[in-house]
């Protein structure tokens, strides 16, 4: 252990997640393994926004970086915002994104999961319930404020998986 003194500015990038076609011993998510690892920072990407930002921010971390992609999304196209192409565009490591505002419950997921939470919230529109849903983005360091601060308004959490 070097208490923080010593740097390790190593990204590891991978499929994680169920996928098509394959058999269950090929679709485990390890996020929650990776997550248990002292001093290893977990990303999990949701759409092209999601990769490229934070692929760059791990590859610039002095620290170890797990980016576990959901093979799946590979072939989803995704609106790209042309802010995204710039080469000093970056997503902060720990920072979650309320992709969805809403006041009744907040609905929070990762990678794969947050196309799920999006198409429950709009189900839920239909009856009048205002989801609020969270792109976690990171897994560790986990934005905890922003999860507070929707539950706090919303006083309801579902997290998907």
């Given at each position: 252990?070097?208490?923080?003194?010593?740097?390790?500015?190593?990204?590891?990038?991978?499929?994680?997640g169920a996928a098509m076609g394959v058999a269950s011993?090929?679709?485990?998510?390890?996020?929650?393994?990776?997550?248990?690892?002292?001093?290893?920072?977990?990303?999990?990407?949701?759409?092209?926004?999601?990769?490229?930002?934070?692929?760059?921010?791990?590859?610039?971390?002095?620290?170890?970086?797990?980016?576990?992609?959901?093979?799946?999304?590979?072939?989803?196209?995704?609106?790209?915002?042309?802010?995204?192409?710039?080469?000093?565009?970056?997503?902060?490591?720990?920072?979650?994104?309320?992709?969805?505002?809403?006041?009744?419950?907040?609905?929070?997921?990762?990678?794969?999961?947050?196309?799920?939470?999006?198409?429950g919230a709009a189900e839920l529109a239909k009856k009048?319930?205002?989801?609020?849903?969270?792109?976690?983005?990171?897994?560790?360091?986990?934005?905890?404020?922003?999860?507070?601060?929707?539950?706090?308004?919303?006083?309801?959490?579902?997290?998907?998986?």
């Amino acid at each position: 252990m070097s208490a923080g003194q010593i740097n390790v500015p190593i990204v590891f990038r991978g499929r994680n997640g169920a996928a098509m076609g394959v058999a269950s011993k090929h679709s485990q998510c390890f996020a929650a393994w990776y997550f248990h690892v002292p001093g290893l920072k977990v990303v999990s990407p949701y759409d092209i926004e999601d990769c490229r930002g934070l692929l760059k921010s791990a590859i610039r971390d002095p620290d170890p970086v797990v980016v576990l992609e959901n093979e799946v999304l590979y072939g989803v196209p995704f609106p790209v915002n042309p802010a995204i192409m710039d080469k000093d565009f970056l997503i902060p490591i720990g920072k979650a994104k309320i992709i969805k505002p809403g006041k009744h419950v907040t609905v929070v997921g990762h990678s794969k999961a947050v196309k799920t939470c999006l198409l429950g919230a709009a189900e839920l529109a239909k009856k009048g319930i205002e989801v609020e849903v969270i792109n976690l983005r990171s897994l560790r360091p986990l934005d905890t404020e922003t999860i507070f601060n929707s539950v706090k308004k919303t006083h309801h959490l579902v997290t998907v998986e």
